[in-house]
């Protein structure tokens, strides 16, 4: 994939066009760009009024993108347009993937979220690995057999990393419109979030043993993760904790001070991205859980103009950069230069995935039932649900960007491929497909499941605390290390409530119902949204 300056196409290369021509052709481009937004969002408005869920909106904006590329090259004006459309993979991780990741992060909804830690946990941090090391070792196992492209091992496991972030936004949809039992919608947006940083820090320690092949001893496998995972989340943490306290002992939250408290809450996210970076961290996985702790804690701190601005602006901002994202993978699936022979590569990765994912999720709910009682257990059709959600989409195109900088020529343009066919093979087909097989496993068109306050108590949520009899297997040492899992989230719950909530936040009397209230007014508010 070749490296275009955003708007300077003719940049060193001793071009003699006129500077106006230049500026013409660069708002030709823009409108271009500008234009296929706005058809992505009218045509998705459309599509949601009618309830066509054959075609979601993100498998409309990537046909969009498509037909836009597809057309440029049949009428000869590729090289232009692409000149014009294509960025450096700087626009893309400092300027589009930090909004949608930071939204992730912050629309997460506390109570939910909390009330089903564990479970989200163990399917994001526990599954991703399981999933990453299964996809790595059958795509090697694969090259080995002569099935497809050759790959080395961590080049298979950097491959099984980044494809293994999932992206969901079709099914959560989905699940939003129909309704459905609020767990599952918990579990699956959860694991999706925490799955992002989970994917980043395993793909950034395979790269760091790749190009330090002298040392791959597993000690310092581990400790690489850690120092990229554990950082991370700390500056994330560090930086949502600072925000919190600075709005509420700095008194922003009066009327002429209003605008300085928005562009301050505004600023904090990349704060947190860019500190990250230069400490040579993950900034994707700072900036989400920055959003987490920002909206658990900082956001409460705001006025209420300024809680709906933030709100409506990091919305308006996730929205816009997601949906050029997904146009522009249509885009340059139909214009870019594409290793198209290693075709083989493309389809067993497709069946290797699906096998990873099944690995993922069925196993994860195994260990979670092992601690369940019978009432409380993650019922097989809430698992077969997650298995089926497991659509790539943004993460994992903007880590095939950067492998192609991190890999040999030939090996990180054939990842860089199987991913954009792989996210647009699961968006088109599987996203267009979720609605009539979440409907056949009977597991939407239930609203009246969706009880924010009584559905999220610590005694309906799947990870609540054990309290029941003892198992008669009392010698089980891994149903006791869960059962400590789960009472370690129960206490982290507990300590989130006693302590840092008060601390932190200036509302912490009334926190809870507050957060009952706006979780059931936003869920209420979307469903409407949709009729």
């Not at 708002?27 to 058809?39: F, K, N, P, R, S």
């Not at 080395?152 to 980044?162: K, N, R, S, T, Y």
Request: aromatic letters at 12%.
């Amino acid at each position: 994939m070749d490296s275009v300056e955003i708007l300077s196409p003719n940049h060193g290369d001793g071009s003699n066009t006129s500077p106006g021509k230049d500026q013409q052709a660069a708002g030709v481009g823009i409108l271009l760009q500008i234009m296929m937004l706005v058809l992505s969002f009218i045509l998705g408005h459309v599509l949601r009024r009618h309830r066509f869920y054959y075609l979601p909106e993100a498998s409309a904006s990537l046909l969009i993108g498509l037909i836009v590329g597809g057309l440029a090259n049949i009428s000869n004006t590729e090289t232009s347009i692409r000149a014009w459309f294509n960025f450096h993979e700087e626009f893309f991780f400092l300027f589009l993937l930090p909004p949608i990741i930071f939204q992730s992060g912050f629309s997460l909804a506390p109570k939910p979220f909390f009330s089903n830690f564990g479970a989200i946990v163990t399917f994001a941090i526990f599954g991703t690995f399981i999933a990453s090391i299964v996809t790595g070792i059958l795509v090697y196992l694969g090259g080995v057999m002569y099935l497809m492209y050759r790959l080395p091992l961590v080049e298979c496991l950097m491959f099984g990393a980044l494809i293994s972030a999932t992206d969901p936004v079709t099914v959560l949809s989905i699940f939003q419109e129909l309704g459905s039992d609020m767990n599952l919608y918990a579990l699956v947006f959860g694991e999706s979030v925490l799955n992002d940083a989970m994917a980043i820090s395993l793909y950034r320690t395979m790269s760091l043993v790749r190009n330090n092949s002298s040392g791959q001893n597993f000690f310092l496998i581990v400790v690489r993760f850690l120092e990229t995972f554990v950082g991370s989340m700390s500056a994330g943490v560090g930086v949502g904790f600072t925000s919190a306290l600075l709005f509420k002992y700095a008194g922003l939250d009066i009327d002429n001070l209003q605008n300085l408290e928005c562009c301050l809450f505004v600023l904090f996210p990349y704060f947190s991205y860019m500190l990250a970076e230069g400490l040579g961290l993950s900034g994707i996985v700072s900036i989400l859980f920055t959003g987490m702790v920002m909206k658990h804690y900082s956001f409460s701190n705001l006025s209420e103009n300024s809680q709906k601005f933030v709100a409506a602006f990091f919305h308006l901002i996730s929205s816009l950069a997601e949906t050029f994202v997904f146009i522009y993978m249509g885009f340059d699936i139909a214009m870019e230069q594409h290793s198209w022979s290693h075709v083989g590569f493309i389809f067993f990765s497709i069946i290797f995935i699906g096998i990873a994912r099944a690995a993922n999720v069925f196993t994860c709910a195994y260990l979670l039932n092992l601690v369940r009682p019978a009432q409380r257990q993650i019922p097989l059709k809430h698992q077969k649900a997650l298995w089926y959600s497991g659509l790539r989409g943004a993460m994992a195109f903007a880590l095939a960007l950067q492998s192609i900088h991190d890999l040999p020529e030939g090996h990180g343009q054939t990842i860089f491929t199987a991913t954009t066919a792989i996210v647009v093979l699961t968006v088109l087909l599987i996203g267009g497909s979720t609605g009539t097989m979440l409907e056949a496993l009977h597991v939407v068109g239930d609203t009246h499941d969706i009880h924010l306050s009584d559905g999220f108590e610590a005694n309906n949520g799947y990870v609540a605390p054990y309290d029941g009899e003892e198992s008669s297997s009392s010698g089980n040492r891994l149903k006791m290390r869960l059962k400590e899992f789960h009472r370690s989230a129960a206490s982290f719950r507990a300590l989130d409530r006693n302590y840092l909530t008060p601390f932190f936040t200036t509302q912490a009397g009334d926190r809870d119902d507050n957060d009952d209230h706006a979780e059931d007014s936003l869920l209420r508010s979307r469903r409407e949204g949709f009729h």
